[in-house]
């Protein structure tokens, strides 16, 4: 069953550092474009970033540029959200999805995503 699976989160304070971390189980050979979203408690869910398939082109919200970086490891199909300089307003679950595509912020041009990983960020 093809699937992904976020994992990293936790109870971090106002400033910390952190990785998600989102494992995708795929039949060798096809890579996707990725996306992290996250989706805060009564709040829609929002793109935070995305990457294309070689790891190259790297999109950011606004809330994201220059905090977040987002990167791919395709050998071990895993892809990275390091979170520095967390705020308050960043807590939320987080999801990452996947697109044949290309990098939207339109959660609906995705099509398989995670469970999502939980990160709360205390003052």
């Known amino acids: 069953q093809v699937q992904l699976v976020e994992s990293g989160g936790g109870l971090v304070q106002d400033g910390d550092s952190l990785t998600l971390f989102c494992t995708e189980s795929?039949?060798?050979?096809?890579?996707?474009?990725m996306a992290w979203f996250r989706q805060a408690v009564g709040k829609g869910r929002e793109f935070v970033a995305g990457?294309?398939?070689?790891?190259?082109?790297?999109e950011y919200s606004g809330s994201a540029t220059g905090r977040f970086t987002v990167s791919r490891d395709k050998g071990k199909n895993t892809v990275y959200l390091r979170m520095n300089m967390v705020k308050p307003e960043d807590t939320a679950v987080y999801y990452c999805?996947?697109?044949?595509?290309?990098?939207?912020?339109?959660?609906?041009?995705?099509?398989?995503w995670g469970q999502g990983t939980p990160v709360a960020v205390s003052e």
């Open positions: 990457i294309n398939r070689s790891g190259v082109n790297k």
């Open positions: 999805a996947d697109s044949e595509e290309f990098i939207s912020r339109d959660s609906g041009e995705y099509a398989l």
């Open positions: 795929r039949r060798a050979g096809r890579i996707y474009v």
